[in-house]
């Protein structure tokens, strides 16, 4: 044998694929379809690097906050930035005021031009939802004039909401938060962070637990029509063709299927490409530009999805005798072997089980091992099944007629009805997996904000130079707010310039000081005290008479305004409440009358709003106050928790790409079901000439999947379960199973089937029509 | 035509086409218990779709089709489904058995459908394959088997609910010539000691031999051999 009759072989089975009548056609465009889906997830899936780098560029170039608390003079090359990010229905709009003081003034990415006053430049998609019915609170939000559009570079996806809005109020102070002076958009020196580990691990099994089931889809797509191929296969043989040849001509088939599914799957992934930029899931939105896959991992899979189809063929073949005048596969077949498909998942385990214990603080986790470990743990999965369900459906039982006709075909053909559910099987498997590592590491990522949501909804920050006083009152008359708190708070020092002791100084009238400590009585001029446990030097040094500086200097910062102020007589001890509307309340709290007019705009002022759950949009009509009241202000809805962002995308991402996988997956179910009905459709009209009932037939379809896929799932949340705690162990985390994500993966894999099934009655009843007896 | 008295099935005027396609135009049948009828005639001469629509598998377009004194038009699917467990036994060119169930469980299974248990189900099925002389195979399945003996089997499935009419389309059809002629002896030999009419779709002089009587098909139109005669 040599490669010339190798290619001819292959060739020969390419020109049958093609030339198979209507009949091959359709089984073409199934393997196609089915294997372009395949490609298609996995260009996507070689270009999210380049997404995620993009993303991360683009965000970095148009980076706009300083570190520094020094602020840089005014010069013919700065320009103001004042932050005015928004929200709108829980999602972001990055809002930002633009006040260049010289004709080099930096123009940030997107721009040509800066809006001038009362003007904004808006992103597409802002632009779309202003001109939106419903948006009437938003306009007024943002009144700007709508002058230009911010173009793709000033942009991190197509359907982010951005503005930048003229100005000629900014000014910039020394400690300033909300208005910075730039020189230059963009981090000067960008920095690489160095990534988490256990995030670096979650990806990695992100990707292998989601790319694995594709894996197995694409081999299951290019077996599709497998059964009408193998009575061909037989003609061939009758004329001639010896056993290997035509294994040779199988697989050139096969080749024929996964070539054209290349080239369907990269128009695919070219019309998804285009429509990538038109969509917005789950909060993420990309440009299309963005999905540019490395060429070296599209050559792989050019390669590897060919390669592999050949691959999965003769290795199907291998079980398939074709005979000149027929195929032998209805005997009964040799048991299957247990022990070298345990192999797999042991040697899986293996791999994995050096990093055992190594966590977060032993530096990176070898990549090629988790990879590798995870790939084995799941393809075991692929291994074991067809063992687990040949031998669980050789000992059941016989039941009804429809139990008994599924069950019997599962005891004939276990290994199709196991490769049908494989891809579930591993999907599952792996999100148990990731369900329980993330479930596991979650408080690691997410901590507790301390902050009451039941006491207060919404804080609103004001800027430098905002009036409280006059905010306070907006609030209190806005629709929605139950009731509103406003206070201020600042730093005293005993000393003009870099103080012994310090001290908070929070500012309320007594209303706004009760929500802070228990006051045994109050009226404005009063003041009290909260001593700081672990500070009781402080507590002496603010007594009655004392001299102290409000906002004083240090050597290493900006110079401060450093207001003496004297502390008055009267100062009253008392404790913080345990509820208080913030955090670690300690120092004096004055009423507004005690503090030297000036003090106030040197203070952090905060208006703290209760909502009316009855009024909706509450949340934004309190948004659009807070703009009206000071453009720079940020109303923010409180939370008890606060998760890290990286861990939230990541969680964001598998949800994506579970969604992807799992239709994907459900789409080869629906196609192979579909197949197998047509095989039998003569079998099927036969059965319902001597009477027998759509139900029955209807029931034993539904178990001939239902059997199988219980015991994929089963089989699943065991590796799934044994994948979770040997990376939890990993992470260095305690082992606690999340019986709530296992419950509910199994339940969307079932619910994948279910519906599958409920999808093919309709074409498994038009089957049974008596028509299908007709031979002419 | 009007039926000879004592038919168990008769068909008048029957018209059936799929389409463009005219497959019976007028055609007649009847048949009494006990007897054996071929229906002969050229590939696509209609003859299937007379056995279909005698069956009750296939509703005519027009034209009436009596079984026993009843009228199938007057039944929903369900009832003629129900007719067809009860009263009547198929047996097709390519024995169209389960592949999945073993050849007892085959034979077995229109008795099942009618509620029969599964134990009494084989038992009667099993005494059917003794008479069909392939009891031996009971534990294997379709696939295992050779044509011939696939086509008993069928043959005992068609009679182990005990019919009044059995409809074999093409019984031999995928026999070689001593198969088949077994196959034809034993099925013959069942129904009429069974007294079940037979309604035998064939374009084989030599299986039609086995009939008592012939009618051949040609573009939709029947004509009894018998009453030409």
């Known amino acids: 044998m040599n490669v010339r009759q190798w290619c001819r072989d292959l060739g020969m089975g390419v020109r049958f694929a093609f030339t198979g009548g209507r009949e091959g056609w359709v089984r073409m465009v199934l393997t196609a379809v089915g294997v372009g889906l395949g490609v298609a997830l996995l260009l996507l899936t070689t270009a999210l690097p380049n997404v995620l780098t993009v993303r991360h560029q683009r965000e970095e170039a148009r980076q706009d906050f300083t570190y520094s608390t020094k602020v840089p003079p005014r010069a013919d090359n700065t320009v103001l930035v004042g932050e005015s990010d928004t929200k709108w229905h829980s999602r972001d709009i990055r809002g930002r005021r633009l006040q260049p003081e010289g004709r080099r003034a930096p123009l940030p990415p997107g721009l040509d031009r800066f809006p001038a006053k009362g003007d904004m430049v808006v992103s597409p998609a802002l632009k779309e939802l202003l001109s939106s019915d419903g948006a009437k609170l938003l306009r007024q939000r943002l009144p700007y004039r709508i002058t230009g559009t911010i173009g793709e570079p000033g942009l991190i996806g197509s359907q982010e909401l951005a503005y930048y809005a003229g100005a000629d109020d900014l000014v910039t102070e020394p400690g300033s938060t909300r208005v910075a002076r730039l020189s230059a958009f963009g981090e000067a020196h960008p920095t690489t962070e160095r990534a988490d580990p256990v995030l670096i691990l979650m990806m990695l099994v992100v990707f292998v637990v989601l790319l694995m089931p594709v894996a197995v889809f694409i081999a299951a797509a290019v077996r599709f029509g497998g059964e009408r191929r193998d009575r061909r296969l037989a003609a061939l043989r009758l004329v001639g063709s010896d056993s290997r040849m035509t294994r040779r001509i199988a697989a050139g088939e096969a080749l024929a299927g996964a070539l054209l599914g290349l080239v369907v799957g990269t128009g695919f992934f070219l019309l998804g490409r285009q429509a990538a930029g038109s969509v917005e899931v789950l909060g993420e939105s990309f440009f299309p530009s963005y999905l540019d896959p490395s060429p070296a991992l599209v050559a792989l899979v050019a390669v590897a999805v060919p390669a592999a189809a050949v691959l999965v063929t003769l290795l199907a073949m291998r079980g398939v005798v074709v005979e000149p005048l027929g195929v032998v596969r209805t005997a009964k077949q040799a048991r299957r072997r247990l022990w070298w498909r345990l192999l797999l998942p042991l040697a899986g385990l293996g791999m994995l089980y050096p990093m055992i214990g190594q966590g977060r603080s032993n530096g990176d986790f070898n990549q090629y091992l988790v990879i590798g470990g995870v790939m084995l743990l799941l393809v075991g999965v692929t291994a074991l099944l067809p063992w687990v369900v040949e031998a669980v459906v050789a000992r059941l039982g016989s039941g009804a007629v429809s139990w008994q006709l599924a069950i019997r075909r599962l005891q004939l053909t276990s290994g199709s009805a196991a490769r049908m559910v494989n891809g579930i099987a591993v999907a599952v498997a792996g999100a148990i997996a990731l369900q329980m590592l993330f479930a596991g590491v979650e408080s690691q990522y997410t901590k507790e904000t301390g902050r009451d949501p039941n006491r207060v909804q919404m804080e609103v920050d004001l800027s430098d130079g905002a009036r409280l006083d006059v905010a306070a009152r907006e609030f209190q008359h806005t629709k929605g707010v139950r009731a509103s708190v406003a206070i201020s708070s600042g730093g005293l020092g005993d000393k003009r310039r870099d103080p012994d002791h310090t001290a908070g100084i929070t500012v309320g009238d007594c209303a706004a000081l009760r929500e802070l400590a228990h006051l045994p009585s109050c009226r404005d001029g009063d003041v009290f005290v909260v001593p700081d446990a672990h500070d009781e030097a402080a507590v002496k040094a603010f007594t009655p008479g004392r001299h102290g500086f409000i906002e004083p200097t240090y050597t290493e910062g900006d110079r401060g305004r450093e207001i003496p102020w004297t502390i008055p007589a009267g100062l009253r001890h008392v404790t913080a409440r345990k509820d208080a509307l913030q955090t670690n309340v300690n120092g004096l709290l004055v009423t507004p009358s005690v503090l030297p007019a000036r003090a106030a705009p040197t203070l952090y002022q905060q208006v703290y709003v209760r909502l009316d759950p009855a009024v909706p949009d509450a949340e934004e009509y309190v948004r659009t106050t807070a703009a009206r009241v000071d453009p720079l202000a940020n109303a923010w809805h409180w939370t008890s928790t606060e998760q890290s962002g990286k861990y939230a995308s990541l969680r964001t991402g598998l949800l994506i790409g579970a969604i992807c996988v799992l239709s994907l997956i459900g789409a080869s179910l629906l196609v192979s079901q579909l197949e197998q009905l047509r095989e039998r459709r003569k079998l099927l009209s036969s059965l319902v000439a001597f009477g027998t009932r759509r139900r029955t037939l209807g029931l034993s379809v539904l178990w001939q999947t239902a059997v199988p896929i219980a015991l994929g799932l089963l089989l699943a949340s065991a590796v799934g379960l044994a994948l979770g705690t040997v990376l939890l162990k990993m992470a260095a985390t305690p082992v606690a199973v999340d019986w709530a994500s296992v419950v509910s993966m199994t339940g969307a894999g079932a619910a994948v089937v279910i519906t599958v099934t409920l999808l093919s009655l309709p074409p498994l009843f038009r089957l049974m029509r008596p028509e299908g007896l007709r031979t002419e | ?229």
Request: hydrophobic share 40%; aromatic share 4%.
């Open chain 2, 1 to 229: 035509m009007t039926p000879p008295p004592g038919s168990l099935l008769t068909a008048e005027n029957l018209r059936k086409a799929y389409g463009p396609t005219v497959a019976l135009d007028g055609a007649e049948f009847s048949i009494h218990a006990g007897e054996v009828v071929a229906v002969m005639g050229p590939s696509g001469s209609g003859k299937s779709t007379l056995l279909h629509c005698l069956a009750g598998i296939v509703p005519p377009d027009s034209g009436s089709i009596t079984y026993d004194g009843r009228e199938l038009a007057t039944m929903n699917d369900t009832q003629r489904s129900a007719l067809r467990r009860s009263d009547f036994g198929f047996v097709f060119q390519f024995g169209q058995l389960v592949p999945e169930l073993t050849c007892v469980e085959n034979v077995a299974l229109p008795l099942r459908l009618n509620g029969t248990s599964r134990r009494q189900a084989e038992r009667t099925a099993l005494t059917w394959m003794e008479r069909l002389e392939v009891d031996v195979l009971k534990d294997k399945r379709p696939g295992e088997v050779s044509g011939g003996q696939g086509q008993r089997v069928a043959v005992a499935r068609a009679l182990v609910t005990g019919p009044r009419v059995v409809f074999a389309d093409e019984p031999t059809g995928a026999l070689d010539s001593l198969n088949g002629e077994r196959v034809m002896e034993l099925l013959t030999d069942a129904a009429r000691s069974t007294n079940a009419a037979v309604v035998l779709v064939t374009h084989e002089a030599r299986v039609a031999a086995y009939s008592d009587r012939e009618i051949v098909v040609r573009d939709g139109r029947s004509r009894d051999m018998e009453r030409a005669i």
